[in-house]
Nanobody, 120 residues
């Protein structure tokens, strides 16, 4: 079994910053792509940013230039540095990882989510 545990959410003022972390643990053989999604009230879950095991990144247009995704492969951890936050960034942020476990089965895993609220 594989678990993803997020941390770092909370309240930030407009223009402020937050850093999210997500650590994968358990029966892991290798971690492929990792990413962050978000879901605002009444909206569908959307991709925020993703990063491959080799470090290639992809961002939603709405966060380009403000958010930075990175990872530490040795720790199976992905980070999301969020700067210049806007009220419309308010959402529950979910970590996602594509993992090959020790039985060589590959599948996507999700964290439970962490709430980010941007408000003055």
């Amino acid at each position: 079994q594989v678990q993803l545990v997020e941390s770092g959410g909370g309240l930030a003022q407009p223009g402020g910053s937050l850093r999210l972390s997500c650590a994968a643990s358990g029966s892991i053989f290798s971690v492929n792509a990792m990413g962050w999604y978000r879901q605002a009230p009444g909206k569908q879950r959307e991709l925020v940013a993703a990063i491959t095991s080799g470090g290639s990144t992809n961002y939603a247009d709405s966060v380009k230039g403000r958010f930075t995704i990175s990872r530490d492969n040795a720790k199976n951890t992905v980070y999301l540095q969020m700067n210049s936050l806007k009220p419309e960034d308010t959402a529950v942020y979910y970590c996602n990882a594509n993992v090959k476990d020790r039985s060589y089965v590959t599948r996507d895993y999700w964290g439970k989510g962490t709430l980010v609220t941007v408000s003055s």
